[in-house]
């Protein structure tokens, strides 16, 4: 759970950024980029990932309690409502950016949605499920559980930098060289 601990960090810096918005109507486009890079790379793509595609990923393959099934269930929503509110400040940053100041209302509140959001969701899991979903497992599922996530974080770099060149490479007209796999492909 060390992530959610990241993570507050960085939504401590978006509530500052959301005053910041209310007071003086002015959004900083670097700053939300900079915020979304995070949310997006970090928070969902690899903390959520993580949660969905291991943890979440086979503790649906187990019978758990009503209450711990329908948390499980909640959780899953707010990562679905994370990532379309993310979207939608991304949308709304760039209508700003192409001169339409109604956006930036639209801005501030979905900022503000995040900077709610996170805490109350972190929140959830630490305190009201992560521990006591930790019974359906063995010693030895959890061990696997554990590699698996560390698998899945080495991967998570070289899956965000190829993203970026591929983006680059579309807006730059460059066509992508071949890459054949070898035994050096540690490096
Ligand atoms: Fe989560
Ligand atoms: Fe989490």
Redesign the pocket.
């Known amino acids: 759970?060390i992530?959610?601990r990241l993570i507050e960090r960085m939504i401590a810096v978006l509530r500052v950024e959301v005053d910041r918005v209310k007071k003086t109507s002015t959004p900083d486009a670097v700053a939300i980029d900079r915020i979304v890079d995070f949310i997006r790379t970090y928070a969902d793509q690899t903390?959520?990932g993580k949660?969905e595609d291991i943890l979440f990923r086979e503790l649906q393959k187990k019978e758990q309690s009503d209450e711990d099934r329908r948390m499980m269930e909640d959780l899953i929503a707010d990562h679905v409502k994370s990532r379309e509110t993310t979207k939608a400040l991304v949308a709304a940053k760039e209508c700003y950016l192409k001169g339409d100041d109604g956006a930036v209302a639209e801005i501030a509140s979905r900022m503000e949605f995040l900077a709610g959001f996170y805490p109350v969701?972190?929140e959830k899991?630490d305190k009201h499920y992560f521990i006591p979903a930790m019974k359906y497992f063995t010693k030895e599922e959890q061990e696997a559980l554990l590699r698996e996530g560390r698998e899945f974080d080495r991967k998570m770099i070289h899956r965000k930098y190829e993203q970026l060149v591929m983006e680059n490479e579309a807006t730059a007209h460059v066509v992508p060289k071949k890459m054949d796999p070898n035994w050096m492909d540690f490096l």
């Open positions: 759970m992530e959610h903390h959520h949660e969701h972190i899991e």
